[in-house]
């Protein structure tokens, strides 16, 4: 028997009635809002992490839980999504975790097109329930903070429909054990399930694959969550305001070319030329600072784009939403590069906080695509006489790091983790560039004084993350191999 609108308190049928009967939750828990009976009667008490959506569609919509492959909601084409924000030390909500939409079907998704996927079914419109994640407290008593109605916008869609390509066509290969979080822009394939959970079988190839399951990378809700904090309301629907961040590719681009095509083609009308002939190309004055192959690399990936905040592409929307990272490698004619690659500081907080690797912020800053511009020491040049203005832009490729090293950065993050929860933050406890492990552990603060919020107590001075520079250039190796097949 179908349930009325009275019944529901709601009508199941309509987009703005299912968002205006969601914003009930707001600032309350389901034990305050479900019956003492039904939350006895409930057989979702049980559910794993992934049940709370479940919970919440049941108990709080009283709308039956179906099986079927698309929406929730699947007379209004909505699905449903709960996801956790963790509040710091200093008051600030910030994403847990990626948004995971959707188990992986390898068997299925070699014959689907992006269209026909389930994750497009599902996910093009999203009733997103943000709640404030407390360890060990119980799903009944956790809070809800905002409620989010998020239609795919067009261009992000194009970025996603790319990305899920990406990952089909490496499962229609037999490389659904290859698979990487790192491969793709919005749309990720992440890992599932804990480490009891069996290897599943792939078409075209007898090679198990761990079971992976469609998400929208911690990034990418990253602007969501700080789209909702800009309007001031608990209740946001991005359908109605429309989006607000600054692209550096078209609608149109993306029609036709992947953004990293787009990107790419950008820098090739610059190969071979000098810093100082980049700058009378570009027709912008040469400056003298430490960064500034970085300050027109990132000229040029915008493609001129006026009024981006501070000429940076990491600021543009496809960065922001992507993670991926721009970084700017200067080497000698020999191909070594000259200096360690820096990341940002060590956030002893967050690092405080964290509980497993695959939740980490080290681990999406490893996991994210990187797109590494070369610039180069013209031939016939001594170490002596590397000369910034002189350097050649040699080479721009985008880069995923492999599993192998991923492992290793896991242990990176142990050895970090471990000594910030001892309250042991000195480069004497942290791998050092010595030890040839491809990451170290130093100084990036502008002095002694340059000073962190200590979880333990106090402050502590700033450290970052490094890559050594051996190991980028053994990347830069290994991208000349491939381009040389």
């Not at 009976?37 to 919970?55: A, F, I, N, V």
């Not at 109605?149 to 869609?157: A, I, Q, T, Y």
Request: hydrophobic share 35%.
């Amino acid at each position: 028997m179908e349930s009325t609108i009275e019944q529901l308190g709601y009508d199941k049928t309509s987009i703005a009635s299912i968002f205006a009967y969601s914003q009930k939750l707001i600032g309350h828990s389901l034990r305050e809002l479900v019956s003492e009976e039904e939350q006895q009667s409930t057989s979702l008490q049980g559910q794993g992490k992934g049940g709370l959506g479940q919970m919440i569609e049941e108990l709080f919509f009283h709308y039956k839980i179906n099986s079927d492959p698309g929406p929730d909601f699947r007379e209004a084409g909505v699905d449903l999504k709960a996801t956790g924000l963790k509040k710091l030390v200093c008051g600030e909500l910030q994403i847990k975790e990626r948004l995971v939409c959707d188990i992986i079907n390898y068997e299925k998704i070699v014959n689907q097109s992006f269209e026909q996927s389930d994750f497009y079914l599902k996910c093009k419109i999203m009733l997103i329930v943000f709640y404030l994640y407390q360890k060990a407290v119980s799903k009944w008593d956790l809070r809800y903070i905002y409620t989010v109605l998020w239609e795919m916008p067009e261009k992000d869609l194009l970025i996603i429909r790319h990305d899920f390509e990406v990952i089909a066509n490496k499962v229609r290969c037999g490389e659904a054990h290859l698979l990487s979080e790192g491969d793709t822009e919005y749309l990720a394939a992440c890992r599932k399930g804990n480490k009891d959970t069996k290897p599943r079988k792939q078409p075209n190839s007898k090679v198990l694959a761990p079971q992976r399951a469609f998400s929208l990378k911690p990034a990418y809700m990253r602007t969501v969550l700080e789209y909702v904090k800009q309007q001031g309301k608990t209740a946001v629907c991005n359908m109605e305001l429309g989006q607000s961040m600054q692209g550096i590719v078209s609608a149109e681009e993306l029609k036709t070319r992947s953004f990293e095509d787009i990107i790419l083609d950008r820098f090739k009308p610059f190969y071979g030329l000098s810093y100082l002939d980049i700058c009378a190309k570009l027709g912008v004055k040469p400056s003298k600072a430490k960064n500034r192959t970085a300050i027109v690399a990132h000229l040029i990936a915008a493609n001129g784009l006026q009024g981006l905040a501070q000429n940076n592409v990491d600021n543009a929307e496809e960065f922001q939403k992507s993670g991926i990272r721009l970084k700017t490698l200067s080497s000698f004619s020999n191909g070594r590069v000259k200096e360690d690659t820096s990341f940002e500081n060590i956030d002893y907080e967050e690092i405080y906080g964290e509980e497993e690797w695959l939740d980490s912020r080290l681990y999406e800053l490893f996991t994210s695509r990187f797109l590494f511009v070369q610039f180069q020491q013209p031939d016939g040049l001594s170490q002596q006489e590397f000369d910034l203005d002189q350097l050649q832009l040699k080479r721009v490729f985008f880069w995923t790091m492999p599993s192998e090293d991923i492992d290793t950065a896991e242990e990176y993050w142990q050895n970090i983790r471990e000594h910030v929860l001892r309250n042991e933050i000195d480069p004497k406890y942290f791998w050092n560039k010595g030890m040839h492990r491809k990451f170290h552990v130093r100084p990036k603060g502008r002095n002694a004084a340059d000073l962190a919020h200590n979880p333990n107590g106090g402050m502590a001075r700033k450290y970052c993350y490094w890559f050594n520079s051996e190991y980028v250039t053994n990347i830069i190796k290994q991208q000349e191999k491939i381009n040389n097949i």
